[in-house]
């Protein structure tokens, strides 16, 4: 045998593995290939289906498991049981086209022979721009068991599945190993390609079906913001501040001087231990409160949220999403607002609101802004001392320097209110 043919199965066994397995029986040389079928949370007819396979095809395991296992942990099952040095992953949402027998493995493996320093051929290879690197589509990609061997199997982080092979095909690359396209595609649009490669690929077929997968929208979300936050940390954190209408810093990143003498100062003024922050961002904030405190950040872009909830601040911080227009306001110790008021066309009757739910307000706005300097998310401009009556106030610089009282440079004031 000269190729392990694994395919990962989650249910779907007449629409998508039944053809896929007629289309290698027919358009391949099966005394060639292990055919490795790992079947996973399966609970339609695939059982009896691959009962009657193992008695009628030559080389043949199957790997049972009666909870989903997802993309990766799926085929890394079954990457342990090959023996063959050229293992392809192969979607079960695929058929073979018409073609002379191994001609598609055929493809797969040229490159290989021409040079010793490949590790990966694909059909298809695009770029990923959360991860600011190429990858091939592992829907259908032949892979050398040395590559394995050297870096490991998938990632199983990714769940469900996506991001995995993208992650692997990186690591492949910064291993010294060749990533190869086997021929020219078109792109038709943003979801679907055409090209010489004789197969045919539904395309998801199975996390796009939400009786088996819930919500894969939002796992595809939270596994490219992965990718980016492992591999492109400038692009990672660009996409999250949505044209700078936020700050943000990774976790274990050094804050700006500004943004953290801001909160330096605010975690000097707190009273209490119950301490809510509207426009929380990241979290990256609630670091400088330490672990005593309760800590509860809103903010009102789910997405954001998400990643407060991955950064993993500290079981004392919570994250929730929530607009502050709406959200039914409790009683709290301290209450921050960082930048938050100007952002707000009813900023200011919500700094009025904010007075009567704590014991200490602390708020921060730009200082005398003029329309348009910080940026098209400001609502309110020209911010003073007018604005903000019943407060104490101080004046901060760029490089977080802080006066009591204005002069040049000083462009944030930092306001504190006790009730």
């Not at 700050?247 to 943004?259: L, N, Q």
């Not at 607009?323 to 039914?328: E, L």
């Not at 700094?351 to 300097?373: D, N």
Request: hydrophobic fraction near 35%.
């Amino acid at each position: 045998m000269k190729y392990s043919i694994v395919i990962p199965t989650y249910n779907n066994c007449e629409k998508y593995l039944k053809p896929c397995i007629d289309s290698i029986i027919k358009y391949t040389h099966l005394n060639d290939i292990e055919l490795i079928i790992s079947a996973n949370g399966c609970v339609d007819n695939t059982k009896a289906y691959l009962d009657y396979l193992v008695t009628a095809v030559p080389h043949i395991k199957v790997l049972w498991s009666d909870k989903p296992l997802g993309y990766a942990g799926a085929n890394n099952v079954a990457i342990k049981q090959t023996s063959c040095d050229k293992i392809v992953l192969l979607n079960n949402d695929t058929v073979l086209l018409e073609q002379e027998k191994n001609f598609w493995l055929n493809l797969l493996e040229t490159p290989f022979l021409q040079d010793p320093n490949v590790g990966i051929v694909g059909p298809v290879c695009q770029h990923s721009p959360e991860a600011g690197h190429d990858f091939c589509v592992f829907f259908c990609v032949m892979i050398h068991k040395k590559v394995f061997d050297k870096i490991g199997l998938l990632n199983e982080e990714y769940g469900v599945g996506t991001g995995e092979d993208t992650e692997f095909c990186i690591e492949a690359m910064r291993a010294g190993f060749k990533m190869v396209e086997t021929g020219p595609k078109q792109i038709l649009d943003e979801f679907s390609y055409t090209g010489w490669f004789p197969i045919y690929h539904a395309g998801e077929g199975t996390v796009h079906n939400t009786d088996l997968v819930q919500d894969f929208n939002s796992v595809f979300r939270k596994n490219c913001r992965k990718l980016a936050r492992k591999y492109n940390p400038q692009y990672y954190k660009w996409s999250l501040m949505n044209n700078f209408e936020r700050y943000m810093t990774i976790k274990g990143e050094e804050v700006a001087p500004r943004e953290k003498a801001r909160y330096l100062w605010a975690s000097e003024a707190i009273l209490g231990n119950t301490v809510l922050e509207i426009g929380c961002s990241n979290g990256y904030g609630s670091q400088f409160f330490g672990d005593t405190i309760d800590y509860l950040g809103l903010d009102y872009d789910a997405n954001i949220i998400e990643v407060a909830q991955e950064e993993g601040w500290g079981s004392n911080k919570r994250f929730v999403h929530a607009d502050i227009n709406t959200f039914a306001l409790q009683q709290y110790d301290t209450i921050v607002a960082m930048e938050v008021i100007e952002h707000l066309d009813n900023g200011l009757e919500i700094a009025q609101r904010l007075k009567k739910h704590c014991k200490r307000l602390l708020i921060t706005v730009p200082y005398m802004e003029t329309p348009g300097f910080w940026g098209e998310h400001h609502k309110l401009h020209m911010l003073n001392e007018s604005h903000l009556p019943e407060f104490s106030y101080l004046f901060m610089g760029e490089q977080g320097e802080i006066a009591d009282k204005p002069h040049q440079g000083m462009n944030l004031m930092l306001c504190e209110y006790n009730g």
